[in-house]
């Protein structure tokens, strides 16, 4: 079994501790891997090293040497879809042909940034006085990123292109349960990027022991954070000690809702895929099936039945519709929602775990459909993470904005209708970042993504996500030649 490295100021590297963790295949529960388990002092060698990367060179590295270096990282990871995303898939979960997917989207993603890196410039200001006024933009220093299991690399790569576009240094972790292919990531910076030692750190460990020292750090400028809203909270509470600036991505708990003058067959998939895919472990997930009560019934049924035929396997299995939850805990954790569910609401389909004696080792649930939801319920308010649906009825449009509206979230939220001033008439009144219209979750590089409300600060993604990475400086050049004579 493979006992990987870190990557720390250009070295590979082990725990100082010499400690590893263990990675598992939630397909079978079995280890298929270690890693270091990182700590306090290794995560201050990692900040030390990305401040001393960017004070001494990286800063003055050209915005088009930092585009090449995207570019080429793009190219490498085109290069390696297959065997990123087969290690994508062990270690998540995930069938095979998502996991294809994220790669090639982590490869669009250096390429979009990649590009950017040049086309990222300051203004010229028109002050009322004989002067050249300038808002330059500058990269914020060190960042230190933190990320979730659910979309391991594509996660990385959101998180890592926007920072080495603007010109910061990075000092990455990966979440404990999917560190494998930030891993191999961070092999192919080393191996093809020629990005000079210490610019990107890959630091692998728990959240407390890794994650909490490196948003205290003094030598870290920024957090980048995408996870849950408890960890958010903390970590910007932590930030505050240090001035830090932070952006978060905490999730949600996403309306998805169908008039019914939606297209019929459309809405059914639209639904499914909306909470489903990736096995629900979605920030984004259409978790809140809204349904116009004139198709409530029929749509239900028609869901039912497609639900019942989602086959769950190995996501390296080419038949899989759903992998099993990342881990034990996540597992666990959304069958206690499934208990919940139970005796909030009614059981349409799933509700339990699958009972093929081969689904028994991995950390397999049935993708489930609760109806005759309440909003206030717990199923309806709380990011499950899972393959779970609350289907909730409502009469009207102003009926429809109000429940959708009514959750502490706001990161996404779709409406699927054929009446386009209706369409828009709601998308004006719902309180999400992101809104679908007659599609649920389609994410692009070029587009913003981050949340109102409770679901975060600040937005990844297009040139938003570059700016979270830059400041701005003000400069003045006076073009009077006589002294101001104020005395
Ligand atoms: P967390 O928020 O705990 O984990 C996200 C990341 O934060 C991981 O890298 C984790 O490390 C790290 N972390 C944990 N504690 C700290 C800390 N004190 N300081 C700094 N970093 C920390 O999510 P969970 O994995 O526990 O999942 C629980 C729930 O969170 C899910 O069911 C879901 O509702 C939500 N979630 C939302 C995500 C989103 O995309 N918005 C993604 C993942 C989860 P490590 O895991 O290594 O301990």
């Not at 990075?170 to 494998?180: D, F, G, I, N, R």
């Not at 407390?208 to 809203?229: C, E, Q, R």
């Not at 997930?285 to 039912?304: C, F, H, N, T, W």
């Not at 499950?384 to 959750?407: L, Q, W, Y």
Request: aromatic content about 8%; proline content about 6%.
């Amino acid at each position: 079994m493979k006992t990987y490295q870190m990557l720390v100021d250009g070295a590979w590297v082990a725990a100082e501790s010499g400690r590893t963790l263990a990675v598992m295949n939630p397909a079978t529960g079995e280890v298929m891997a270690r890693v270091p388990e990182a700590a306090a002092a290794d995560v201050d060698k990692a900040a030390r090293a990305a401040r001393r990367a960017f004070d001494e060179g990286w800063r003055d590295v050209t915005a088009q040497e930092r585009g090449r270096i995207l570019f080429r990282l793009a190219e490498q990871v085109r290069k390696d879809v297959k065997a990123l995303a087969e290690l994508e898939t062990l270690n998540s979960g995930k069938p095979l042909v998502e996991s294809e997917y994220d790669i090639n989207d982590v490869a669009t993603c250096f390429e979009y940034y990649g590009g950017l890196a040049t086309k990222l410039h300051g203004e010229v200001l028109n002050v009322p006085d004989n002067a050249v006024s300038l808002a330059l933009r500058e990269p914020l220093g060190v960042a230190g990123q933190i990320i979730p299991w659910n979309y391991p690399l594509l996660m990385a790569a959101w998180k890592i292109a926007p920072a080495l576009c603007a010109g910061c240094t990075v000092v990455l972790k990966p979440a404990e349960a999917t560190p494998a292919t930030a891993i191999a990531l961070a092999r192919i910076l080393d191996a093809v990027s020629d990005l000079p030692k210490g610019v990107v750190n890959i630091i692998t460990g728990d959240g407390p022991t890794v994650g909490a020292p490196l948003v205290a750090h003094p030598a870290v400028d920024k957090i980048a954070f995408t996870g849950s809203v408890e960890v958010g909270k903390r970590i910007m509470r932590s930030a505050a000690d240090t001035l830090k600036k932070v952006s978060l991505e905490l999730g949600g708990k996403s309306p998805n809702i169908f008039f019914a003058d939606a297209d019929f067959e459309s809405a059914v998939d639209g639904a499914l895929f909306g909470v489903f895919v990736n096995q629900g472990e979605v920030c984004s997930a259409g978790s809140r099936v809204l349904i116009q009560r004139p198709i409530y019934k029929k749509m239900l049924d028609a869901m039912v039945e497609k639900a019942k035929r989602i086959k769950l396997g190995s996501g390296m299995d080419p038949a899989t519709k759903m992998g099993p939850l990342v881990s034990k805990e996540q597992m666990e954790r959304v069958m206690r929602y499934q208990e919940i569910g139970r005796k909030e609401a009614k059981v349409a389909s799933g509700g339990g775990r699958p009972r093929e004696p081969e689904l028994q080792k991995g950390y397999f649930v049935e993708p489930t459909i609760f109806y005759d939801v309440d909003n206030s319920a717990t199923i309806a308010r709380e990011e499950i993470f899972g393959p779970v649906m609350s289907v909730i009825p409502f009469d009207d449009e102003k009926d429809a904005i109000r429940i959708a509206n009514d959750t502490p979230f706001g990161l996404a939220a779709a409406v699927w209708s054929r009446d386009i001033f209706k369409v828009f008439r709601v998308v004006r009144r719902l309180q999400a970042g992101i809104v679908w219209v007659n599609h649920m979750q389609p994410t692009y590089v070029e587009a913003p993504w981050g949340g109102y409300k409770m679901s975060g600060i600040g937005r990844e993604l297009g040139p938003w996500g570059a700016e979270e990475y830059l400041q701005v400086k003000q400069v003045h050049v006076n073009l009077n030649e006589a002294p101001i004579a104020w005395y």
